[in-house]
């Protein structure tokens, strides 16, 4: 039997969104000062998507708060150590490393704040758990950012202790946390992983793809540029060919024929450009143009992913649904990977 909500835990939920939004507004604040201090190009670029991710997420704290249908303030103890953290950030008592470092915690917290609220909708009224779903997504990318943040971390700590770089670079340590969060790695004996949902899924492909692009433009080695290229051509592949599978076919019905459509003919408008692509040696600045101008496209088709279609995924499927969504989207991408030793962007991959 579902519980009653009654007026006081209604009050304390919204206290506890109270405190998710001041804190993601600390967040945003932090961030935005990090890429003014940042001197790596490589970890500003890392800085600057979780930026703009953050200000998304506010945007979807708004909503599910007005969904929820109640605002409080943040706790008292939470504006004094809100108070306190911007103090420390605008001092310079601490180091870059020692201000990431605190960044993660609160990244930590806003993690344990948002995962707690879901939990206790599950326990309450249908009606609340639809105005809490956008959280899901939330969490989602605040445990991926965790995970990047310990990556720049331990870059940041490694240089600071001895003047040179990590042996294994961001990517590869953040790839293998992603992995991590998404089940491709196992957890610890005798602990239950929350299921991977369909919008984690998809939200994971496109954090990688983000990164990839990034190290690729920031690099002036032709192997390395190369290697991340290969890289984004093999995942781009997979994720496209399962996207058309398995998500649009069963999306279609709640997000809408034209709507649907229009992500298929972006799919399409690639393939020929990126042809052109693979014709243009990595070597030439003419590839990285060519190449920023064609993700100007595949960034827009990613926002209207996770703005609109994967909005209607949470106002429209239930969590089992969302889990099993992702099982066989990753079952398609791994097939898909087996099948194919040399990938190219095309139609029906």
Request: net charge negative; glycine share 6%; proline share 2%.
């Amino acid at each position: 039997m579902v519980a009653v909500l009654d007026d006081t835990k209604k009050n304390s939920m919204a206290v506890k969104l109270g405190d998710m939004k001041l804190l993601q507004q600390l967040l945003l604040d932090n961030e935005e000062r990090f890429l003014l201090e940042c001197t790596d190009g490589e970890i500003a670029g890392i800085i600057r998507r979780m930026l703009d991710d953050d200000r998304k997420n506010l945007a979807l704290l708004n909503t599910v708060v007005d969904q929820f249908g109640l605002e409080k303030n943040a706790e008292p103890t939470v504006l004094q150590m809100v108070e306190k953290v911007r103090q420390l950030m605008a001092s310079e008592e601490l180091s870059f490393f020692d201000k990431v470092f605190q960044h993660e915690l609160l990244k930590h917290q806003q993690v344990m704040n948002g995962i707690t609220i879901y939990k206790a909708a599950q326990k309450v009224g249908a009606d609340i758990m639809v105005a809490i779903r956008p959280l899901s997504a939330i969490n989602s990318e605040n445990r991926t950012h965790q995970e990047q943040l310990k990556g720049i971390l331990e870059i940041l700590g490694v240089r600071e202790l001895t003047g040179q770089d990590a042996d294994q670079g961001i990517w590869s340590r953040v790839q293998d946390a992603i992995a991590a969060i998404t089940g491709a790695v196992g957890g610890a004996p005798g602990h239950e992983r929350e299921k991977a949902t369909i919008q984690d899924a998809i939200r994971q492909d496109h954090n990688q793809l983000n990164m990839l692009f990034t190290d690729l433009m920031q690099s002036s080695d032709s192997q390395k540029i190369q290697e991340c290229f290969a890289k984004i051509n093999q995942l781009l592949t997979v994720h496209i060919a399962a996207e058309e599978e398995v998500v649009y076919p069963r999306v279609r019905g709640f997000y809408g024929e034209e709507n649907t459509q229009q992500l298929y003919d972006q799919h399409a408008l690639w393939i020929p450009w990126w042809e052109e692509l693979r014709l243009i040696s990595p070597s030439t600045p003419e590839f990285k143009n060519r190449l920023r101008e064609i993700w100007d496209h595949v960034t827009n088709h990613i926002r209207q992913e996770e703005n609109t279609m994967l909005v209607a995924i949470d106002n429209n499927m239930s969590s089992k649904e969302t889990e099993q969504l992702a099982a066989r989207f990753d079952s398609v991408k791994n097939q898909l990977e087996k099948r194919n030793t040399g990938y190219g962007l095309r139609q029906n991959a």
